[in-house]
């Protein structure tokens, strides 16, 4: 003998929630019925870095994060494999909230010896950009400065270094 299911209940008045009150589109809600396939993610670092969204790098500190986001930034400049994946060319943005202007020449400087390469590098050449702030990213003048540089020099990618020093944290308190 086949399963006999339960009859689906009718839902009464208060229980029924009209159309009307549904969220309007572009809110935090939908239907089901009214999701579509969104397009194909693009990706700067494929499969790991992708473009339009905000990605972050944590470790403890001193193990080596701003290397690494200084190699990144330079593989994507040149549009070369990052740590084996395909690339998007574009310009790179590093904003540095954590080290000093020289400690942070050295650092590229280093990491550019290693790939047999100088600041001047044809492939760096408007492809690289460094700022250092004067105002925290969560103020308003901080913030407008970023975005001012990003649309000036038509950056791909932003690189903040550190994120907690950025938003106006101490370097003591974003140990804690």
């Keep these: 003998m086949g399963r006999v299911l339960p009859k689906a209940r009718t ?7 009209p159309e ?3 969220p309007a589109k572009g809110r ?27 990605t972050l790098l944590t470790a403890d500190g001193g193990v080596g994060k701003s290397f690494l986001a200084i190699y990144l930034a330079i593989m994507v400049c040149l549009g070369c494999p990052f740590l084996g994946l395909g690339t998007l060319r ?12 020289d400690e942070q020449k050295l650092r590229v400087w280093r990491v550019l010896a290693g790939l047999n390469m100088t600041p001047d590098d044809p492939g760096l050449v408007g492809q690289f950009y460094y700022y250092r702030p004067r105002h925290s990213l969560s103020s308003e003048a901080g913030h407008d400065e970023v975005v001012s540089i990003i649309r000036e020099h038509e950056i791909s ?7 907690s020093i950025g938003l106006g944290r101490t370097r003591r308190a974003s140990r804690t």
Aim: aromatic share 12%.
């Design 90 to 101: 574009g310009r790179v943005l590093y904003v540095d909230y954590d080290l000093d202007e």
């Design 157 to 163: 990618l932003v690189i903040l270094d550190s994120l």
């Design 11 to 17: 839902p009464g008045r208060a229980e029924q929630r």
């Design 20 to 22: 009307k009150n549904l």
């Design 28 to 54: 935090n809600r939908y239907r089901y019925g009214d999701l579509r396939t969104p397009p194909p993610l693009l990706w700067i670092v494929a499969g790991f870095l992708p473009q339009g969204f905000i």
